[in-house]
């Protein structure tokens, strides 16, 4: 059979044809990846490029082998052509008259840029729960290796609640943030669980807490407890320990789809105890920012800048101001040392002054609008079907 080249979002328009591309199609295996959408997908997705890789092909290629129900694999389908989509077509907007990227993420658990933004928010809340406690302490408790993730996951909140119960736990601890963290031994095929927490309370015995700990789960005794007062130490902690969990890199695809099955839609941070009821660990909206608005797209911006100085200053200064900008654009980093932040007012009226069409260009874009409802109207079958980029 001949594989074909498709793309979940045919009808849309490219401005970077030299990195257009699409997932291919087998029947037999589901879809299987083949690089990126577009030239910002792979700027933006640069530094987890191959854990991307490993999790689209994991998730397209779901088949019904692993005895999944139709709506699964599609489930799990859906997701991979969702994590390709994710950041090919960003676009600008404005927020209190500064420019501010909109990505267009996938905001997929599994997708592993969406994960490190995930886990960058946050730690800063994690960091502003935790900052006003007088004593921290780290406490780490793990359940034995078990073959099945999501019965295990459901052990391990469970337990945790019984032990929160008891009343050694609750002499030695007001309460805190947990989050949990899952890793694979792949040559045994079995799942391993933590529980890391910061707790604010006083001295734990060790011992005491691992008896207390075995009494619940009936077969783990493994604790860890730790004091930290140096905040800055705090600070690496939790940033590491929320970007720990999944990490993909020695996963077999089975292993993948476990993980991304059991895990859909539940939060890894959680808050207890007197942190109870602060949410740390938000997906985040898949609306755009509503105290935003659309200025233009990335593309739109790029392909003026060759003969639009006002473009060219746009993203001069875009890329002075803030890390992503320059990634975007693909430009080294050098933060400006002007007083960049006052600039960027007037550099957000100028991108708002660019992106407004001149009355010439709005004739020619009702002119193609036309022409598309009419080119639209006689292909009517093929934007139906699935429309193939290439043969
Ligand atoms: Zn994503």
């Known amino acids: 059979m001949e594989a074909t080249l498709v793309s979940p979002t045919p009808t849309k328009t490219y401005h970077d044809s030299d990195e257009m591309t699409g997932l291919i199609v087998d029947d037999e295996r589901g879809y299987r990846y083949a690089g990126y959408k577009s030239r910002w997908a792979r700027r933006i997705h640069a530094c987890f490029c191959d854990q991307r890789e490993l999790v689209i092909n994991a998730l397209g290629g779901a088949t019904m082998n692993e005895n999944y129900d139709q709506e699964t694999s599609t489930g799990l389908h859906k997701r991979a052509l969702k994590m390709f989509d994710c950041c090919a077509f960003p676009t600008i907007r404005s927020r209190d008259g500064v420019l501010v990227p909109s990505l267009n993420r996938c905001r997929d658990r599994m997708c592993p840029t969406c994960a490190s933004f995930r886990a960058k928010e946050t730690a800063e809340k994690i960091q502003a729960l935790v900052k006003p406690l007088g004593s921290i302490r780290f406490i ?5 290796n078990s073959p099945e993730l999501k019965p295990m996951v459901q052990r391990l909140s469970q337990c945790f609640k019984e032990l929160r119960r008891r009343n050694s736990w609750k002499a030695h601890v007001k309460g805190g943030v947990y989050s949990v963290e899952i890793t694979r031994d792949e040559e045994t095929e079995t799942w391993h669980a933590h529980l890391h927490l910061i707790v604010d309370g006083s001295y734990y015995d060790q011992e005491e807490l691992s008896n207390e700990w075995l009494a619940v789960t009936g077969d783990s005794m ?3 407890i730790r004091k930290i007062a140096n905040i800055g130490e705090t600070a ?12 993909v890199d020695c996963w077999s695809d089975s292993a993948i789809r476990e993980y991304a099955i059991a895990m859909k839609g539940r939060r890894m941070v959680h808050t207890f105890g007197n942190a109870h009821g602060v949410k740390v660990d938000e997906k985040g909206s898949d609306n755009v ?8 797209s990335i593309g739109d911006l790029a392909s003026r800048i060759e003969h639009d100085p006002r473009a060219a200053e746009v993203v001069d200064k875009l890329c002075k101001h803030r890390r992503i900008w320059s990634k975007i654009f693909n430009r080294p980093w050098v933060p400006g040392v002007e007083p960049i932040d006052e600039e960027m007012e007037r550099v957000c009226k100028l991108a708002i002054e660019l992106a407004a069409p001149t009355k010439a260009e709005k004739a020619i874009r009702k002119k193609l609008n036309e022409q598309e409802q009419f080119r639209d109207a006689s292909n009517i079958r093929w934007t139906r079907g699935v429309k193939p980029l290439y043969n």
């Not at 690496?236 to 990490?247: A, L, T």
């Not at 920012?289 to 233009?296: A, C, G, L, N």
């Open 140 to 144: 780490t408790l793990t359940l034995t």
């Open 222 to 224: 493994i604790v860890d």
């Open 236 to 247: 690496k902690y939790i940033s590491d320990y929320v970007s720990k969990s999944g990490n």
């Open 289 to 296: 920012d509503r105290s935003t608005e659309h200025v233009i």
